[in-house]
T-cell receptor
Framework: GAVVSQHPSWVICKSGTSVKIECRSL??????MFWYRQFPKQSLMLMAT?????????EQGVEKDKFLINHASLTLSTLTVTSAHPEDSSFYIC?????????????FGPGTRLTVL | AQSVSQHNHHVILSEAASLELGCNYS??????LFWYVQYPGQHLQLLLK??????LVKGIKGFEAEFIKSKFSFNLRKPSVQWSDTAEYFC????????????FGSGTRLLVRP
């Protein structure tokens, strides 16, 4: 149980285009999902918190107009990187908040590697 | 602000050696603590977590961690590592506020030599 999927697993795009990444909780409902960014050999940096039916909460320094987050249902959140540039190339990881054994836990997706040419 | 420190960035061990990875956090209130593992080419998996109760927590694959509140620490241990434990290990803390955000440490890259 508690599986989170991401699609696509990797994407290559041209500079200036927009890319949408989907995050789905497959076997549980997630009122809260999180989006992280991981640079090579570095830790995960939280970008934003996505709550179903409401606006996302962005961390300091993250451009909300560039990284559009939509949490339309209890099992799906999307991250759209608008007008992508090479510096946006990174590994984007989502997680979904669920209950495991009655306790709060985040379950992580496999990540999406974005390369902007 | 909350922060998590992992002092060992790279650890190299031989099989059967014992492992201890340090994790210290900075937060004034009650916390939930986690260790995640990321095997090469795979996504993060939860190793173990501490919410309350017994401060010695046992996780999967023979890992355990001890929460020492007075030291703000949550060190990960394994008595005898295997080659398959080669991975990156992340400590994380959740400050139990309404945001449920996880703050991650910088990670420790473990290499186990056969």
């Amino acid at each position: 149980g508690a599986v989170v999927s991401q699609h696509p697993s990797w994407v290559i795009c041209k500079s200036g285009t927009s890319v949408k990444i989907e995050c789905r909780s497959l076997d549980f409902q997630a009122t809260t999902m999180f989006w992280y960014r991981q640079f090579p050999k570095q830790s995960l940096m939280l970008m934003a918190t996505s709550n179903e039916g409401s606006k996302a909460t962005y961390e300091q320094g993250v451009e909300k107009d560039k990284f559009l987050i939509n949490h339309a249902s209890l099992t799906l959140s999307t991250l759209t990187v608008t007008s992508a540039h090479p510096e946006d190339s990174s590994f984007y990881i989502c997680s979904a908040r669920g209950l495991a054994g009655g306790a709060d836990t985040q379950y992580f997706g496999p990540g999406t590697r974005l390369t902007v040419l | 602000a909350q922060s998590v420190s992992q002092h060992n960035h790279h650890v190299i061990l031989s099989e059967a050696a014992s492992l201890e990875l340090g994790c210290n956090y900075s937060y004034g209130g009650t916390v939930n603590l986690f260790w995640y593992v990321q095997y090469p080419g795979q996504h993060l998996q939860l190793l173990l977590k501490y919410f309350s109760g017994d401060p010695l927590v046992k996780g999967i694959k023979g890992f355990e961690a001890e929460f020492i509140k007075s030291k703000f620490s949550f060190n990960l241990r394994k008595p005898s590592v295997q080659w398959s434990d080669t991975a990156e290990y992340f400590c994380a803390v959740n400050g139990m506020d309404s945001s449920y955000k996880l703050i991650f440490g910088s990670g420790t890259r473990l290499l186990v030599r056969p």
